[in-house]
């Protein structure tokens, strides 16, 4: 029997609206006193400079610079204690996981930072849908089902669930909810899954993990989703 999907597959119809990676690291005040070595090396791919408003109940220095391209559709975000490079054009977990190790080497040369406390991997996935007589076809998206008690109706109207499940070295939170978007006031189906690596972990590793949290994310996901959806995503059907 073949296989129903390919982890380097990318699909036509992907969901996905944003990928995001991020390593936390103990506290390294060089970031803080020299933040702009880290910008003049990415500068040119990442001009835009968004800078955290004062004000907040968060601590200045704990709150991450965010420097983006020009159509401000892919970023960095760095901190004192975090790094994370996040994508809402995605072209592949290939493309991707190039650009997060390069922008991590600059990371690593630019300040002392060796051994890292955790590395995240976050799909965000949007799936807009009709209601057929009222109801969430949930059944034509997802093989997640819900084991209610006899006597509450498995005919769901509106749903919102988290669950956190162990996987090899680490563990993926997953959060299905029926949602409005704010765009065009459709409704649709979050999936959105993120990874969590906390086992010892260096930064001269990271293309191995985060290859392994792309993998076991991917998993997850492929293995959420029916067969007839897969189709789509495919653009096999209508």
Same mark, same amino acid.
């Given at each position: /029997? ?15 609206? *944003? ?5 936390? !690291? ?11 070595? @880290? ?27 965010? &420097? *983006?391209?020009? %159509? ?8 004192? %204690?975090? !790094? ?11 493309? @991707?996981?190039?650009? !997060? ?7 690593? *040369? ?11 991997? =976050? ?7 009709? =209601?057929? %007589? ?5 059944? =034509? &998206?997802?093989? $997640? ?8 109706? *498995? ?7 988290? &669950? ?15 949602? /409005? =978007?704010? %765009? ?8 959105? @899954?993120? &990874? ?5 972990? @260096? ?17 997850? $996901? ?17």
């Amino acid at each position: /029997m073949p296989e129903k999907y390919n982890l380097s597959e990318v699909y036509p119809n992907s969901p996905l609206v *944003e990928v995001v990676c991020e390593i936390r !690291f103990s506290a390294e005040l060089a970031i803080e006193c020299r933040r702009n070595e @880290f910008y003049d090396k990415i500068k040119k791919e990442y001009p835009a400079i968004l800078i955290p408003q004062s004000g907040s109940n968060s601590v200045n220095a704990l709150a991450p610079y965010r &420097f *983006e391209n020009e %159509d401000r559709t892919a970023g960095i975000m760095i901190a004192i %204690d975090r !790094f994370s490079f996040f994508d809402r054009d995605y072209g592949g977990h290939k493309r @991707f996981i190039t650009e !997060f190790v390069r922008l991590a080497k600059i990371l690593e *040369e630019t300040y002392p930072i060796k051994e890292l406390k955790r590395l995240g991997w =976050r799909y965000i996935n949007i799936i807009p849908f009709s =209601r057929e %007589d009222k109801i969430i076809p949930l059944h =034509r &998206f997802t093989s $997640f089902e819900l084991k209610l008690p006899e006597g509450i109706s *498995e005919k769901i109207t509106n749903l919102s669930t988290v &669950f956190i499940s162990e996987v090899e070295e680490g563990t993926i939170t997953t959060r299905i909810e029926s949602i /409005m =978007r704010s %765009d065009d006031q459709q409704e649709a189906l979050l999936m959105d @899954f993120d &990874f969590a690596l906390t086992e010892r972990l @260096f930064l001269t590793e990271i293309k191995k993990y985060v290859n392994k949290a792309h993998k076991q994310t991917r998993e997850v $996901f492929e293995s959420l989703i029916t067969d007839e959806y897969r189709e789509y995503l495919r653009g096999e059907t209508i």
